[in-house]
């Protein structure tokens, strides 16, 4: 694993409107303050980063065909919807989608906090909404085709990883998957690499404190080893992984999967 950090996201610094802190984690209230930020500089989906929106979109369609296939595994009829879970929604623009892509899907979504559900709120019922940490705010008794955790992997340390991953498996159907779509693979790198990013690291650090280039400690990388060993412990089977076809991807945006079977 690797620590990394961020200035600003989706067009917007963060030291503009908050505290950055370069050594903790990013919690409620900074989303809450983000989104909050977001809503008040887009008024839709459509004018967000046009390269981001091309990453959801391509990441739709993957899990648009996961879905289908699971479908004719199940052998589900016309009127039986999939259903879905999709942890840390966020602004839910791959949500968005994903509905499109797929009209009949029941849709269920998650997220800590209502801070940046605006836009998808007219999109699906509210009892279908679960705000809180998962899976303690799931109701228990709905199963699912496909749960998916999309972009918010690289905040959750390995520990919590592993039993989140434990624990989303009672929800699912037989045969069901667990999907972790990822923007934040470790790429391999030798002992130069390393060196290299901790003298990085070090520098930025001093940057920060000296308040020329404020970022925050946005969460950590891992490697495809390390993705397969958190699905592995969890005690998924059947575990796929690579890359989201998203045509020609400029460097820096590639999605990474890794799919697991209860």
């Known amino acids: 694993m690797r620590r990394f950090y961020q200035e600003g996201w989706q067009g917007i610094q963060f030291s503009a409107f908050t505290h950055v802190s370069f050594f903790r984690l990013a919690g409620p209230k900074f989303y809450a ?19 981001w929106r091309a990453v959801k979109e391509a990441s739709a369609r993957w899990m648009a065909a996961l879905l289908l296939r699971l479908r004719q595994e199940r052998a589900l009829r016309e009127e039986e919807p999939s259903r879905a879970l999709s942890i840390g929604c966020g602004v839910g623009y791959l949500e968005k989608c ?44 709905v199963r699912y085709d496909v749960i998916y955790i ?20 009672a929800q699912l159907l037989p045969g069901g998957r667990i999907v972790c779509l990822s923007s ?14 901790c003298f990085k690291i070090g520098l930025r650090a001093i940057l920060h404190l000296l308040g020329l280039r404020r970022q925050q400690f946005w969460g950590w990388r891992r490697s495809r080893e390390e993705y397969q060993d958190v699905f592995r412990q969890a005690g998924l089977i059947n575990v796929e992984d690579g890359l989201v076809d998203q045509g020609v991807a ?13």
């Open 184 to 197: 934040s693979l470790l790429k391999e790198e030798n002992a130069f690499g390393q060196a290299v990013n």
């Open 98 to 141: 994903l509905l499109e892509y797929l009209p009949g899907l029941e849709l269920h979504l998650n997220d800590i906090s209502t801070a940046g559900l605006r836009w998808m709120r007219e999109r699906v019922p509210n009892e279908r909404i679960y705000i809180g940490m998962p899976p303690n705010c799931l109701p228990s008794a």
């Open 33 to 51: 303050t983000f989104y909050e930020e977001l809503f008040r500089r887009y008024n839709s989906w459509k004018e967000l980063p046009r390269q």
């Open 250 to 262: 400029e460097e820096g945006f590639e999605t990474y999967f890794i799919c697991g079977e209860e």
């Open 150 to 169: 999309a972009n918010i992997d690289h905040v959750i340390p390995t520990r919590q990883f592993v039993r989140l991953l434990e624990e989303l498996r």
